[in-house]
C-alpha cells in the first residue's frame, strides 16, 4: 500500500513537470530557437558593425607596423605572435573606447601570456600606446 502511494506520488509530479515544459505556443518556440548552425556572423558584417563598439578596423601597412612598433618598445614578448598582438590592442581599445574601469588591470589579463606577465607599468604604456589607434574607431 505504502510502495502504490509512493509510486502514485511520483507519477503525478512527473506529470506535473512534464506539462510545465511542454508548450503548444508556437510564438515560444521561434524565440527560443536557436539560429541556424550556418548563421555565424561574417569578417565582413563583424567589420562593419566593429566601430559601433569602439573596435577599430584592422590595421594593415604603416599603421600596423606603427602598432608592433610600439608594443615592442614596451616589451618585445608583446609581439611574439603578431596576429595576437593585432588582435589584443584592438580588443583593449574597445574598453579604452567604452571608458571600462580598470583599463591597466584589463591590458595585464589581456596582453600577459604563459611565456610573459605583463606588469602593471607596462599595462600603463599599453594604453599610452594605443590612444591614437583606439581613435580610429
Given amino acids: 500500500m505504502k510502495r502504490t502511494i509512493t509510486v502514485a506520488v511520483l507519477l503525478a509530479a512527473l506529470a506535473t513537470l512534464t506539462a510545465c515544459t511542454s508548450s503548444d505556443d508556437s510564438s515560444d518556440s521561434q524565440t527560443n530557437a536557436r539560429p541556424p548552425a550556418g548563421s555565424t556572423p561574417t569578417k565582413e558584417a563583424t567589420e562593419e558593425a566593429a566601430p559601433s563598439v569602439g573596435?577599430?578596423?584592422?590595421?594593415t601597412?604603416?599603421?600596423?607596423?606603427?602598432?608592433?612598433?610600439a608594443l615592442f618598445d614596451i616589451n618585445p614578448a608583446l609581439t611574439t605572435d603578431e596576429n595576437d598582438a593585432i588582435d589584443n590592442a584592438r580588443n583593449q581599445c574597445m574598453a579604452i573606447n567604452g571608458a571600462a574601469q580598470n583599463l591597466d588591470r584589463t591590458a595585464q589579463?589581456?596582453?600577459?601570456s604563459g611565456k610573459h606577465a605583463v606588469t602593471a607599468a607596462e599595462a600603463k604604456q599599453i594604453n599610452i600606446a594605443l590612444t591614437d589607434f583606439c581613435k580610429t574607431a
Wanted: charged content about 30%; cysteine-free.
Fill in 109 to 112: 589579463q589581456r596582453f600577459s
Fill in 61 to 69: 601597412g604603416k599603421v600596423r607596423d606603427g602598432l608592433l612598433a
Fill in 55 to 59: 573596435l577599430p578596423p584592422e590595421p
